[in-house]
């Protein structure tokens, strides 16, 4: 997976790193005041996503967060940025979770932090499809 910066006057396209199949990219807010762009990454190994990616833009360097809580490969993380905290907020969907459920997934509300790695329940689980 290519991660690249396009100049809006130009339209030239700048690659700024690479990473291995199947890191999931994050809703990232990219402004002057942060100049940081996240990202999961999966281990093959294990088969979970257990590392934040976390990609400086102003000296193009890349930092790996072990994050507290792993998520099964058959689970997925809806993240974003919000900038007024500096958190990932987002909603955890376990599709493991189908079997029991009639087809509908247990869900959760959940806050990253990206510095640290800890992740944060907000919710109890519940049913969403």
Do not use: C
Not at 4 to 31: H, M
Not at 84 to 109: C, I, P
């Amino acid at each position: 997976m290519h991660f690249a910066k396009v100049s809006r006057s130009t339209g030239t396209v700048t690659e700024l790193d690479s990473f291995v199949l199947g890191t999931q990219p994050i809703d990232n807010l990219v402004i002057p005041a942060h100049q940081v762009a996240y990202f999961m990454e999966y281990n093959s190994i294990t088969f979970l996503y257990d590392k934040l990616l976390a990609v400086d833009l102003e000296n193009n360097t890349v930092s790996e967060i072990a994050l507290s809580t792993a998520v099964p490969s058959s689970s997925f993380w809806v993240l974003t940025y919000n900038p007024l905290d500096g958190s990932l907020y987002g909603l955890q969907e376990d599709l493991d979770s189908f079997s029991v459920n009639n087809y509908l997934a247990d869900l959760r509300y959940i806050k990253v932090d990206p510095e640290t790695g800890v992740v944060t329940d907000l919710t109890d689980d519940f049913l969403g499809n």
